[in-house]
């Protein structure tokens, strides 16, 4: 009986040893295939070739829509440069997406991964995708369809809804914009209907002065354009001079004269101030000379 176990335990041993030999043989002749190695080293090099040419077509693509947009800019039919930026993004990130995309295909083919079910799972998976989130996808088509049309761009200022403020980014689901007092509105792409895009045209600043009915009409109007030339010099937004109107409205105290300039998108609310600053410096100036002269003459009367 013991020496049945003993032979028990050599052959359990043996086999082992036999195991571990053939593990060894196995490995050492998978080691030692140059056949294996070649067609390893030859899809290593394939792969590291695709990538590069990948990343240089990428490039390539880069610098062609780079020149042309810098073509259209630089073209008769000028555009708002943000607009360029906005759509060279997109494109560009547009051509990185699909570069690598069809990178992976290639690459899994290198691996002789089937690619037809790959792309049978994929175009299932996105239609049931599409069932399933018709939100985003409303979202993402929309966004197209903003950078498409040219509705607005970057650096635009902008108004949908009650959300009213400077445009920081598109994307193809979202779209950032800043308001002027530094609140950030996120807004899914689905839920922009309605636009009102205040940086497509120059802007009208209209500005209506209240004086009193005791001043003449024709030297005020004579004072306010006077003060409006050094306006206009110093105020590089305006584009053409301000034009006074005339009276828009009179009541039993005062009359208002109206005033207007065209200036560039988004600076309206500066000339304004601007055009009512420099009209009220004028006249207080000018009410200071008329008091002076009051009392001038009060002065001559009494020593009369």
Not at 148 to 160: K, N, S, W
Request: charged residues 20%; proline residues 2%; hydrophobic residues 45%.
């Amino acid at each position: 009986m013991q020496n049945s176990g003993n032979e028990t335990d050599t052959d359990t041993a043996q086999e082992v040893i036999g195991e571990a030999l053939a593990f060894k043989d196995m490995v050492w002749k998978w080691l030692t295939d140059s056949e294996m190695w070649t067609v390893v080293l030859l899809a290593a090099v394939r792969i590291i070739i695709i990538f590069i040419l990948t990343r240089l077509l990428i490039k390539v693509v880069y610098k062609v829509i780079d020149k042309t947009l810098s073509h259209q800019e630089n073209s008769k039919l000028r555009m708002n440069p943000r607009r360029f930026i906005t759509v060279g993004g997109l494109l560009k990130n547009t051509i990185t997406v699909v570069c690598n995309f069809v990178m992976f295909l290639i690459v899994l083919s290198e691996f002789h991964f089937d690619l037809a079910p790959l792309l049978a799972g994929a175009g299932v998976l996105g239609l049931a995708i599409g069932f399933g989130a018709q939100s985003v996808v409303k979202d993402v088509i929309t966004g197209f369809f903003i950078i498409l049309e040219d509705q607005f761009a970057v650096g635009d200022v902008i108004q949908t809804g009650t959300f009213k403020g400077t445009v920081e980014m598109i994307g193809i689901r979202t779209t950032r914009i800043v308001s002027h007092t530094g609140e950030v509105y996120i807004l899914p792409n689905g839920a922009i209907t309605t636009v009102t895009n205040f940086s497509l045209s120059n802007a009208l600043a209209i500005v209506d002065i209240p004086i009193k009915n005791e001043r003449n009409l024709q030297d005020t109007i004579k004072l306010i354009q006077q003060a409006l030339v050094s306006t206009n010099e110093n105020t590089p937004e305006m584009i053409s001079s301000p034009n006074v109107l005339g009276v828009q409205s009179l009541s039993t105290s005062e009359y208002a004269l109206r005033i207007v300039a065209d200036c560039l998108p988004t600076y309206r609310e500066k000339v304004e101030r601007q055009i009512q600053m420099d009209v009220k410096q004028a006249i207080e100036r000018e009410e200071v000379l008329e008091l002076q002269a009051t009392k001038g003459e009060e002065g001559t009367c009494d020593g009369a």
